[in-house]
């Protein structure tokens, strides 16, 4: 049987929610910001999840290995604003095992 992963997420208003992420849907981190809607509508995944907004980005706070960043991720991170050495858009990280305890908080709004 598959499990959840827990995640803590710091919403824009800098408070922290630790929220269950299912590993058996094929939700990335940003589908599962919107479901519990950490973030206020039409602010967050704008693009549908297609790494051509950055409505998405966060910072990676804990130590996880993730996937490697993938050229468009990497482009969109080089046009959008508040970007650090730690941003990640969370449409292009899939909720995996691996993910357990993972910290992220959200980038400001653009």
């Given at each position: 049987?598959e499990?959840?992963?827990?995640?803590?997420?710091?919403?824009?208003?800098?408070?922290?929610?630790?929220?269950?992420?299912?590993?058996?849907?094929?939700?990335?981190?940003?589908?599962?910001?919107?479901?519990?809607?950490?973030?206020?509508?039409?602010?967050?995944?704008?693009?549908?999840?297609?790494?051509?907004?950055?409505?998405?980005?966060?910072?990676?706070?804990?130590?996880?290995?993730?996937?490697?960043?993938?050229?468009?991720?990497?482009?969109?991170?080089?046009?959008?604003?508040?970007?650090?050495?730690?941003s990640?858009?969370?449409?292009?990280?899939?909720?995996?095992?691996e993910m357990?305890g993972l910290?992220?908080?959200?980038?400001p709004?653009?």
């Amino acid at each position: 049987m598959e499990q959840d992963v827990t995640i803590k997420i710091t919403d824009r208003d800098g408070v922290i929610h630790e929220v269950l992420a299912p590993t058996d849907m094929a939700m990335n981190l940003m589908e599962v910001v919107r479901s519990y809607e950490l973030a206020p509508e039409g602010t967050i995944g704008i693009c549908g999840g297609m790494a051509m907004c950055a409505s998405c980005q966060c910072y990676v706070k804990s130590e996880h290995e993730l996937p490697e960043m993938q050229d468009d991720e990497e482009a969109m991170l080089s046009e959008a604003f508040y970007v650090k050495d730690n941003s990640r858009l969370g449409c292009q990280l899939p909720i995996t095992p691996e993910m357990e305890g993972l910290e992220v908080e959200l980038a400001p709004e653009g």
